[in-house]
């Protein structure tokens, strides 16, 4: 097929006109192949090649929107969505995901709906849709498991996981995320293995396994080179940034976040460019030097109020309200904090929206009023009921829960911060 065409070359009914049906179903088979050999997945960064992969999947729905053959829209719905989510744009997917889906039934095409529904998956989860994710999941897991099909229930434990990761269910996530590892091992597919390797890696660095999450990020890394995956490479690269800071090594995972963004922004990942903000800011607020986490809160809080990404959108206006406190710009804290509880809460995060109610705290602690910090930090400390917390989490809970009850409030919203700063470390619960 010729990738030149455009979405409105004028000759493409005359092309598909030209064509019989058989010959357009391998042509678009011919593209999705050489497509899904790059290796494209949605929540990596944004490239070149997934730039130039739209333009082909543009062309391919187009001749197939000339034909009156619904297997052959089914497919190029389907790799329209495909490569879209694989270019960051997880909200303009979603709309195609559904056509193909429902063409993909209404042929008969069990397999290939199921299939789809993976990817339908990732972009919901990426845009904060959690329950629709999650059932989506459940009924591409049913069929796959129907049909003894272990190479897509491989890919749902996957998606689970990056789904329970992203809802602060660590253990969950790291149980589905060694279900896809033993299948994926079985089958011996690399490429997903690749993956696998660093989705574990995340999940042990969440569950304070740093060594053993070091090895699974050595792990995918060798295989992105030997597969040649440069923007997973490259993924697990800006993960294992973060893990150098866990470790300790600040000034080390600065310098990596640093070669990491360089990256990003020549390839135009402007998702992992506000990613790198947002961690570079959680780091300069463990080093007390909140004049710079602001800046780079403040950058990232831009960038993720243009993209559907709530969470992380969330996550730097939490980071921007606690440098701006620790600053004196209390205003700017209180309004920065407010922002954030209410997108966390929207995220259903009880985690962070006790987090922003301690922050709160802090804000009214800092500006005199005892009365209304001593309310945000009970309400905060409510939020946490229910969780299963980890005996250091839960002691510092009950010393934030304290702190608004002493006199001096420049110590106590000192003290106050430096408990939170602890808490925010990889949420780990």
């Known amino acids: 097929m010729n990738g030149s065409m455009s979405r409105n070359d004028p000759y493409l009914k005359t092309y598909a006109d030209s064509k019989d049906a058989s010959h357009l179903r391998d042509e678009i088979a011919e593209t999705w192949q050489s497509l899904r050999s790059r290796n494209f997945y949605s929540g990596g960064p944004r490239s070149a090649q997934t730039d130039q ?23 190029a719905c389907r790799l329209m969505a495909h490569t879209l989510n694989a270019d960051e744009q997880h909200e303009q997917s979603l709309d195609y995901y559904e056509k193909a889906i429902l063409l993909f039934e209404n042929v008969g095409a069990g397999e290939q709906a199921a299939r789809t529904r993976l990817g339908q998956m990732a972009a919901l989860y990426m845009t904060g849709k959690y329950e629709e994710s999650l059932a989506t999941g459940v009924t591409a897991e049913r069929w796959f498991q129907a049909n003894n099909h272990p190479t897509g229930l491989a890919k749902v434990y996957g998606n689970m996981g990056n789904l ?29 293995l690749a993956m696998t ?61 640093a070669e990491v963004r360089d990256y990003f922004d020549r390839t135009g990942s402007k998702h992992h460019l506000n990613l790198c903000d947002l961690d570079v800011a959680e780091i300069y607020l463990h080093l007390m030097k909140p004049a710079e986490a602001v800046d ?50 929207q995220e259903g995060n009880k985690y962070w929206v006790s987090m922003m109610g301690f922050c709160l705290a802090y804000v009214g602690m800092a ?16 939020h946490f009921q229910g969780m299963e917390l980890k005996d250091w989490v839960a002691d510092s809970l009950n010393r934030l829960g304290s702190l608004a009850l002493e006199a001096c409030q420049v110590k106590t919203a000192a003290a106050c911060m430096a408990e939170m700063l602890k808490l925010t470390i990889n949420k780990r619960l």
């Open 197 to 257: 390797y660093l989705n574990l890696a995340n999940c042990l660095s969440f569950a304070d396994q740093l060594y053993e999450a070091e090895k699974m990020y050595e792990l995918s890394e060798e295989l992105c080179a030997r597969l040649s995956m440069l923007e997973l490479f490259m993924q697990a690269r800006y993960n294992k940034s973060y893990l150098m800071f866990l470790q300790g090594r600040c000034r080390k995972a600065l310098d990596s976040f």
């Open 53 to 75: 992969a739209i333009n082909r999947a543009i062309t391919a729905l187009k001749i197939a929107s000339e034909t009156n053959d619904r297997l052959m829209l089914a497919e």
């Open 296 to 345: 780079h809160a403040q950058r990232a809080v831009d960038g993720f109020a243009k993209t559907s990404r709530r969470y992380e959108h969330a996550k730097a206006l939490a980071f921007c309200a606690m440098g701006l406190s620790q600053t004196g710009q209390l205003l700017e804290a209180e309004a920065a904090g407010e922002a954030s509880r209410k997108l966390f809460e």
């Open 367 to 382: 500006k005199g009023d005892s009365a209304k910090a001593k309310l945000l930090a009970a309400q905060a400390k409510v």
């Open 164 to 192: 329970w990761m992203r809802r602060e269910q660590h253990v969950l996530a790291l149980q589905h995320h060694q279900k896809a590892r033993a299948l994926f091992e079985q089958l011996q597919d690399w490429p997903a």
